[in-house]
């Protein structure tokens, strides 16, 4: 950590393990279904897999299957929403075959009657977030939140929010720099929400939205990948010694005498600049709920749902090769060029992996030997994304509005000269 307002981050890794489910028992060879997984008793933080060969990973957290979502929640995320609330930009992606507990542990597809205790992620940093915004501490700042929902289906981009069949007149989707190098996604609908009920709405009709089709492994399986986003603008007011200021911004009234330029600021501007600077702070979160990593013929499919396979592969593979790019420090010395254009997915979470963000991977795996070559898989995969550093900053604009406000005075001053 360098200052409050910037911070050297690593990608944290989760690692989650879900319990044996109904429909393994039924879909499982009985000889399969042993579990192959343990957590270590004397490493915290690490998983051992009793394959042919015993292996072990460790990680930021490891989730037992015992483990219930709030404490998914509690030990890795709940942080990281109160580094969204401080400004920094925040990404938490799932990752995992299919059926490894990827929806279930965001809460992709939770409603508002989601039984209180098997919620996912989502509705539970909507729920701190929402209690926070109406706390005494944020009363006196302007809050606008708003929340977006993207699908990457067949390397097209869906704006999962936006309803209309009118494909012909749906803005086009396209994924955009700016000059400082911030990745903005450009003609996908924001929404404004003032509750956790109404988040929930949105997310709800976005999910239905989304592209599932039948595999042999998963009857609802994701076939896309999904980013749910919500952005936080916070304007507040902090004094010039840095605290915050409660008293909200008032316009400058008219002066009663003519400023000339290069003169001390008047006796109006200079009450705002001792009333303390008003700032913008705005920071984007990003739910991602990968789809399944598995391996083509794992999942039986031709057609339309091979199509689909390769595809959401090849971007998979593309996310593997930046991570690999920026998590392999050899690679990172010799190699200045991240592959971010080679898919939609990893264009997209550009900010989020070495860049300007706070990000935590999660990954999910099943316990039964049946899944153990994906799983392994998965570990590795999630392994070297430990590696990648990222260096967020708090999303803050204090210089232009001040230098708007001097800019306000300065014309109404000119204004007055001439009259
Ligand atoms: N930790 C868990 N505890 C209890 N049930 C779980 C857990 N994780 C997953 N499940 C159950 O396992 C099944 C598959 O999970 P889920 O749909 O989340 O998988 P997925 O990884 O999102 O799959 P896909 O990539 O195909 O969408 C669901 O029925 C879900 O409720």
């Known amino acids: 950590m360098t200052n409050s307002n910037s911070e050297n981050t690593t990608v944290q890794v989760a690692l989650r393990i879900r319990p044996l489910t109904q429909e393994d028992l039924v879909n499982l060879p009985s000889r399969f279904q042993r579990n192959v997984l343990s957590t270590s008793p004397f490493t915290p933080n690490q998983v051992i897999v009793h394959g042919d060969k015993k292996l072990t990973f460790n990680f930021d957290y490891v989730f037992g299957p015992e483990t219930q979502q709030r404490d998914v929640y509690d030990i890795s995320v709940r942080n990281m929403v109160d580094k969204f609330l401080e400004g920094f930009n925040v990404t938490i992606l799932a990752y995992g075959q299919t059926s490894s507990g990827k929806t279930y542990t965001m809460g992709t597809s939770d409603s508002v009657s989601s039984i209180h ?61 700016d ?22 709405g949105h997310l709800a009709r976005g999910s239905l939205n989304r592209q599932v089709g039948a595999t042999d492994m998963n009857s609802q399986s994701s076939r896309s990948h999904a980013i749910f986003s919500v952005t936080l603008c916070q304007q507040k007011q902090i004094s010039t010694n840095g605290i915050s200021s409660p008293t909200p911004l008032s316009h400058p009234s008219t002066p009663s005498t003519p400023t000339k330029l290069g003169s001390p600021p008047p006796r109006r501007l200079s009450k705002i600049l001792d009333d303390g600077e008003w700032v913008t702070v705005t920071s984007k979160f990003n739910f991602v709920d990968l789809a399944g990593s598995e391996r083509l013929k794992r999942t039986a499919v031709s057609g339309d749902r091979a199509k689909e396979g390769i595809s959401i592969n090849s971007g998979l593979l593309a996310l593997g090769n930046v991570i690999s790019a920026l998590g392999d420090p050899s690679k990172a010395r010799n190699t200045t060029h991240i592959p ?47 590696n990648i550093k990222n260096s967020a900053i708090v999303n803050q604009e204090e210089a232009e509005i001040l230098l708007l406000l001097i800019l306000m005075v300065m014309v109404e001053d000119l204004l007055l000269l001439l009259v």
């Open 340 to 386: 971010y254009r080679d898919s939609k997915l990893t264009r997209l979470l550009q900010d989020s992996l070495g860049g300007n963000a706070q990000t935590l991977m999660i990954a999910c795996v099943s316990p039964a030997e049946y899944n153990i070559s994906e799983t392994i898989n998965t570990l590795k995969y999630a392994n070297r994304a430990r």
């Open 179 to 200: 000059s400082k190098g911030n990745i903005i996604w450009s003609g996908l609908q924001e929404i404004k929400v003032n509750s956790v009920e109404e988040v929930m």
């Open 117 to 177: 205790e098997s919620r996912g992620i989502i509705p539970r940093a909507l729920h701190t977030l929402f209690s926070y915004i109406s706390s005494a501490q944020f009363k006196s700042r302007k809050i606008t939140m708003k929340v977006s929902f993207i699908e990457i289906y067949n390397e097209d981009l869906n704006d999962l929010l936006n309803d209309t069949d009118d494909d012909e007149n749906k803005p086009q989707l396209l994924i955009r720099e």
